[in-house]
């Protein structure tokens, strides 16, 4: 054996998932999880993955959801996409939150589904996820376009 054989594999990384996810693993049962996105630009945030009990539980939307924060001008709208095609006026936050069709809180910085982290709190082996889950990098990524967008900010009604 040599040194390589125990060095931890790089694209392994783990996966932040719900406790029930992991209760369901450790069992070796099929999972379906959930994305719950936290996003820094179009191609760069943080994945997180929800039973569907969580879902129900946060009422988080079905097909999962990513969270962004607005940007602070319009030259930052250019780290996603899907804002550019909306003409949003950043001057004017207000009518931003109603064109996406959300209610603006007092605190811009607010997450609408705070709650849901309480329950993130367990790791799983990347390799593992995608077996039991049926996901690959392919589908993952089709999953996070899916998601509905929330902006940080919004109010859940």
């Known amino acids: 054996?040599?040194?390589?054989?125990?060095?931890?594999?790089?694209?392994?990384?783990?996966?932040?998932?719900?406790?029930?996810?992991?209760?369901?693993?450790?069992?070796?049962?099929?999972?379906?999880?959930?994305?719950y996105v936290i996003g820094i630009t179009d191609d760069y945030y943080?994945?997180?993955?929800?039973?569907m009990g969580c879902i129900e539980k946060y009422k988080v939307p079905k097909q999962g959801v990513f969270l962004f924060h607005l940007p602070a001008s319009d030259d930052g709208d250019e780290h996603f996409v899907f804002l550019r095609n909306l003409n949003l006026d950043l001057s004017d936050i207000e009518s931003c939150f109603d064109?996406?069709?959300?209610?603006?809180?007092?605190?811009?910085?607010?997450?609408?589904?705070?709650?849901?982290e309480g329950e993130l709190?367990?790791?799983?082996d990347l390799n593992t996820f995608f077996l039991l889950s049926g996901i690959t990098p392919t589908?993952?990524?089709?999953?996070?376009r899916e998601t509905l967008r929330v902006p940080f900010g919004s109010i859940l009604m």
């Open 46 to 51: 943080t994945c997180s993955w929800l039973c």
């Open 139 to 144: 589908i993952n990524d089709a999953y996070v």
């Open 121 to 124: 709190t367990v790791y799983l």
């Open 1 to 35: 054996m040599n040194r390589y054989d125990t060095a931890p594999d790089p694209f392994n990384k783990p996966v932040k998932v719900c406790r029930h996810l992991k209760e369901k693993v450790d069992r070796k049962v099929k999972i379906d999880p959930v994305p």
């Open 99 to 116: 064109i996406l069709g959300f209610k603006k809180a007092d605190n811009l910085n607010n997450n609408p589904f705070e709650a849901i």
